[in-house]
């Protein structure tokens, strides 16, 4: 595993060199001794898997609250997807801003986000399957979420927006008085 960092403090890329021969390839998905390099410190308490069937989809963008706030490695194991984090951490020097990254099942690529980040996906081919690991288990009075299509983050989807879900669509656009959360 290789690691690069991006612009968001701790929001970093996993790159992996999958091993292939006549049989197919292989390739480890979870490291914890070479993930702590890049500063995941969590235990998985959770993975979970979703399936999109069409290009366009959008799902996200969500994050849990303390004292449930959660790390995440997310994998597209199907398909392509662009996939984005948001920092939603209080004080932080690129509070609101976002990053995000082609995640495919080709390169077997990963986006590690530590608690404080809310995330999403578009989906960029139909039939998309992704990975996710979860330092948390999820625990819905605590589950908050940004609409994908707020002004105020302004955020560039590479395809129009679709297909959002009935909840994903009652997420309100952040107001004013939004600070973040402490993760």
Known sequence: MAFRRTELDGLVEVIRTPREDARGRFARIFDGRDLLTAGWRWPVAQVNFSETARAGTVRGLHYQVPP???A???TCVRGEIWD???DVRTGSPTFL???ARTLSADRLNSI???PGFAHGYQAMSDHVSVMYLHST???PRDERGIHAEDERLGVTWPLPVGRL???DSSFHPLGPRFT???A
Do not use: D, M, Q
């Open 97 to 99: 801003s976002w990053c």
């Open 84 to 86: 984005i984090a948001v």
């Open 165 to 167: 879900s009935e909840r």
């Open 68 to 70: 449930s706030g959660e």
């Open 137 to 139: 288990v999820h625990v």
């Open 112 to 114: 590690l986000l530590p």
């Open 180 to 182: 973040g959360v402490t």
């Open 72 to 74: 995440k490695l997310v």
